[in-house]
């Protein structure tokens, strides 16, 4: 089996992050959230990976994966984004005839991937989706399902049909690409991957769902890629190798040997990044500090901070924040006494 990672769109909910970067360079947990979905992959045993990018998001991907190993990587152009249907059918030719994996590279799976790809091999249908409940299945593909059929595949309902949603994750045996072609667009213009299972439902294929085990999320939103921060720090495992001193560290906490702690307190899990500063400052649970960062008379905590981050004398806490590379935050009383922030790229901002 080969994996598709659909990766062209320009991530517009999430900007002003993506203002200047696409959405799967992003950085949850230390890593950019397409090196997670690779990751998950390959512990599913998937290692001929296609990444579709578009004309803005090809060099700052192909950059991200210049360190990615043990792996094939293929990077196919998708010139305009016509959809999820589209950007799959752009891999046919590269896909040979075999089974693929899709997977959404802004999906996280609390237990991997492994499980479908079990399924999928033992069962051989046409088509298994990954599903799970949620609250309000019309911002959606909505499945219907019977005895652990998909009979229905509904995409974004008005009226949906139950409340299984469709998660990132799709199987497929080499049917799909058929089911693509010549598939007519949506009423907003778009070839619907929905669309071409539905087709292969009316012609009588296999297509299976299986619910999601553990949590799922997707990281659409500024509000979600904390959220995803904080469900994979509670993974962390604590290791300590850089230089600590007059600090108290507690909790699970990731010091590589390049950075420094000094005066300091640090309340885990917290993820810190190569040659990071942290003094006289508080850092909280749930944050993860990009490399070359710079942390001095502050106090942080549930955020994100990207690489090369400034932050000093900033008499507030900075809290639920995400920063974005080489920003700078400086100044401030404690009025109010806690303060969020989502910056974009480069930005400064001087608290007065």
Known sequence: MKGIIPAAGLGTR?????????????????KPIIVHAIETL????????????????????????RSVSGCQITLIDQHEQLGLGHAVGMACEWAAGGDVCVYLGDNLFEFGINSYVEQFNAERPDALIALVEVADPSAFGVARVNQGHIVELVEKPKEPVSNLAVAGAYFFSSRIFQALRDLPPSARGEYEITDAIQRLIREG?????????????DTGRPSDLLDANRLLLERLETNIEGQVSGSRLSGRVHLPASSRVLSSKIVGPVMIGEDVVIEDAYIGPFTSIGRGSVIKHAEVEHSVLEAFVRIESVDVRLQDCLIGLRARVSGGRRIPRTLKLTLSDASEVELT
């Open 14 to 30: 999430l900007r002003p992050l993506t203002f200047t970067r696409p959405k799967p360079v992003l950085r949850v947990a230390g």
């Open 42 to 65: 390959q512990t599913a045993g998937i290692n001929e990976i296609a990444v579709i990018v578009s004309d803005l998001t090809r060099t700052e991907i192909e950059y991200t994966l």
């Open 205 to 217: 294929a296999t297509v299976l769902g299986q619910r999601v085990q553990g949590w799922w999320k």
